[in-house]
C-alpha cells in the first residue's frame, strides 16, 4: 500500500492558460521520482506537454529536475509549474 | 437663426484653433528633441574614476548616503558605473527612472521604436507630445530633466547579433528589458561572451518575473532554459494584457538589482527567481539550478561562441508586434474594403466575430455575431446552436441552393483565419463557404470607419 498525500499544485503564466486553473490540490504518492508527478500533472492536462521542456518545475519552491530522482512528499508541499514569460 | 449660427461659427473657430495648437505642441516636441539628438556623442569613452563627492552630491543623494550598506564608497561606485538598459518600455522606464535618480553615471538606452498612445499606461517617461518619437529620444529627455549629471546614452535601432557584442561590452551591467524572446536570448549570449552580468525582468498581465543570471558563477538564461518555447505558447503584451503597475513594481525591483551589483553590495536573486502574483498579491522565491556544465551558452564547452540568429532559434521574430499568419489562401479571405462593399449592397451573411469577450466589450460591429475562438476549437454546444440559428435566419434571405456566406473577423486577422480553418473542418457546414476578413477590426478602423476604436 503506497501511502499517498494532498499536494498544491500552481500554474503561472501560460502553464495557467493551459490548464484553464491558476491552482489545484491533487493526490499523489508521498514517494514520487520528479519524472512520474510530472507526468501525473501532464495526464490531468494533456496540453501541458507542449511547454514541459520549456518550464521550471519547483517542488517546496525549489528547481527539480524533471527526471529519476526520488521525491518525498508531505500534504501541503507546493509543486509549480513556471513557464518562462518575456514580455515587458 | 442667428444664435444658432453664431454657435456653430465659434464652434468651428474653436476647432480650428485646438487644431493649431496641437500642431504646434507637436511642433515644439519634436524640436526639442531634434535639439536633444544634435549634442548627443556617440562614441563611448570609459567612465573617469571619481575620488569624492561634491557638496551638491552629498546633498542631492544624502538619504541614501547615510545608509552604511551604501555610503560614500557606493555611491562613488554608482557614479562610476555604466548601465546598458536594454528596452525602454513598461520595465526600462521605471528602472531608469530610478537610476537616473539614484545617480547612475551613465545610462545607454537601446530601443528601436517609437512612442504609441497604447503605451502610456505603463512606460512612464513618455509624454503624450512625444508620440511618434523614438522611445530612446523621449526616455533621454525625461531622464535629463530628472539628474543632468547622468549621462544618457540613447541607440534608437534594435539590438542585433551584429551590434550586440560591441554594446554590451562597452557597460558595466545589463538589465534585459525587453519584450520577446530571440532578444531575451542574445542578451544574455552577449552578456555571457562579454562578462557581463545581466538582470533581467518580465512582465505579463498580472505577472512578474526576475533573476540576475551570469552572476558570480550562477546560471545564465541558457541553464534555465535552453529550449526556446514553442513560438505559438508565447504571448506578448500586446496580445495578453499587461498593467502598468506590474512592470512597474518588477522595473522597480529590477534597478534596485542593477544598484546593489553597481554599488558593490551584490544581488539577491542571482540564482534564484522571484515570482511576482499581482493578482493574488504574492512574492516568491523559487531556488533555481546552478550552472549547467553542458550549458550551450556558458558551459564548460560552449557551443555558443559567438552571437547567432535569434530569430530562427527561436521561431519568432525580435518585436513583441504581433505577427501576421498566413493560414489562409487568397481566394479564402476578403478585404475590409470588398466587405464593406458586400455589407452595403444588403448581401445576405453572417459575420462572426470570434474575439474573446473582453474585447468585444471595447467594440464591436452591431450587426457581428459573437462566438469566441475558444468556444470553435471545444465545439462548444450553446455557441453550435447561436450558429446554426444565425446561419437558418441568414438562409432565409437567400435563393434555394445558393450558398450562404460566412465571414469570420477578429482584431487583426490571425484568429480568424484559425477559425476559418475549424468551420472548414466541420462537415456539417459543407454548403458554406467560409472566408476571414483580413486585417480584421483594425483594419476596418483604420480604412473604413476612422471612429471605430483602436487598441
Ligand atoms: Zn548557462
Known amino acids: 500500500m503506497v501511502s499517498r498525500c494532498q499536494v498544491e499544485v ?14 489545484e490540490t491533487i493526490s499523489v504518492p508521498q514517494e514520487i521520482k520528479a519524472l512520474q508527478l510530472w507526468n501525473e500533472i501532464e495526464t490531468r492536462h494533456p496540453g501541458l506537454a507542449d511547454i514541459r521542456n520549456q518550464v521550471i518545475f519547483a517542488v517546496r519552491q525549489e528547481y527539480a529536475e524533471l527526471g529519476h530522482q526520488l521525491l518525498l512528499l508531505q500534504s501541503g508541499d507546493e509543486i509549480a509549474i513556471i513557464p518562462p514569460i518575456s514580455g515587458g | 437663426m442667428a444664435a444658432r449660427e453664431e454657435v456653430l461659427t465659434l464652434q468651428a473657430e474653436v476647432a480650428q ?15 526639442l528633441l531634434a535639439e536633444q539628438e544634435s549634442e ?34 557606493g555611491q562613488l561606485r554608482l557614479a562610476t558605473a555604466s548601465v546598458l538598459v536594454v528596452g525602454c518600455g513598461g520595465l526600462g522606464c521605471p528602472l531608469a527612472q530610478y537610476l537616473a535618480a539614484a545617480g ?31 522611445k530612446v529620444f523621449s526616455a533621454a529627455a525625461t531622464l535629463r530633466r530628472l539628474n543632468s549629471a547622468v549621462e544618457c546614452v540613447p541607440y534608437a535601432q534594435a539590438l542585433t547579433p551584429a551590434t550586440a557584442l560591441d554594446l554590451v561590452g562597452r557597460y558595466d551591467v545589463v ?59 508565447v504571448t506578448s503584451c500586446a496580445d495578453g494584457g499587461v498593467l502598468g503597475v ?37 512574492f516568491r522565491c523559487i531556488r533555481l539550478r546552478r550552472r549547467r556544465p553542458d550549458c550551450a551558452a556558458c558551459g564548460e564547452r560552449p557551443t555558443v561562441t559567438d552571437l547567432q540568429d535569434y530569430e530562427s532559434f527561436c521561431g519568432s521574430s525580435a518585436t513583441d508586434k504581433c505577427r501576421s499568419l498566413q493560414l489562409l489562401s487568397p481566394e479564402e479571405r476578403i478585404s475590409v474594403v470588398d466587405y464593406k462593399r458586400l455589407l452595403d449592397s444588403g448581401s445576405p451573411h453572417v459575420l462572426l466575430d470570434v474575439r474573446p469577450p473582453v474585447e468585444v466589450d471595447l467594440c464591436r460591429l452591431p450587426h457581428s455575431l459573437h462566438i469566441p475562438l475558444k468556444h470553435l476549437e471545444r465545439r462548444n454546444a450553446e455557441s453550435l446552436k447561436l450558429l446554426g440559428e444565425a446561419i437558418r435566419e441568414g438562409k432565409q434571405g437567400t435563393q434555394e441552393g445558393v450558398s450562404l456566406p460566412i465571414y469570420v473577423i477578429c482584431k487583426l486577422g490571425n484568429d480568424s483565419q484559425k477559425a476559418v480553418k475549424i468551420l472548414q473542418s466541420w462537415t456539417d457546414l459543407d454548403s458554406l463557404t467560409v472566408r476571414d476578413v483580413v486585417g480584421g477590426l483594425m483594419a476596418w478602423a483604420a480604412k473604413i470607419d476612422g471612429t471605430f476604436p483602436q487598441y
Open chain 2, 17 to 31: 484653433r485646438e487644431e493649431e495648437l496641437s500642431s504646434l505642441k507637436r511642433r515644439l516636441a519634436a524640436a
Open chain 2, 104 to 134: 547612475v553615471g551613465r545610462l545607454g538606452l537601446v530601443d528601436y521604436d517609437v512612442v504609441e498612445v497604447s503605451n502610456l499606461a505603463r512606460q512612464v517617461l513618455h509624454g503624450e507630445a512625444l508620440a511618434g518619437q523614438a
Open chain 2, 175 to 233: 538589465a534585459d528589458c525587453s519584450d520577446n524572446v530571440p532578444t531575451r536570448y542574445l542578451v544574455n549570449d552577449a552578456c555571457v561572451l562579454t562578462g557581463r552580468p545581466l538582470v533581467s525582468a518580465s512582465a505579463l498581465r498580472f505577472e512578474g518575473q526576475l533573476t540576475v543570471y551570469h552572476y558570480g558563477g550562477g546560471p545564465c538564461y541558457r541553464c534555465v532554459f535552453p529550449q526556446p518555447p514553442p513560438a505559438e505558447t
Open chain 2, 246 to 282: 506590474v512592470t512597474g513594481v518588477l522595473g522597480c525591483l529590477q534597478a534596485l538589482e542593477v544598484l546593489k551589483i553597481a554599488a558593490g553590495l551584490g544581488p539577491s536573486y542571482s540564482g534564484s527567481l522571484l515570482l511576482f502574483d499581482a493578482l493574488g498579491g504574492h
Open chain 2, 40 to 73: 548627443r556623442l556617440v562614441p563611448v569613452s570609459p567612465l573617469p574614476p571619481k575620488a569624492a563627492l561634491s557638496r551638491d552630491e552629498i546633498l542631492r543623494y544624502s538619504r541614501q548616503l547615510v545608509l552604511p550598506e551604501l555610503g560614500v564608497q
Open chain 1, 10 to 23: 500552481l500554474y503561472f503564466a501560460e502553464s495557467a492558460e493551459i490548464t484553464g486553473i491558476r491552482s
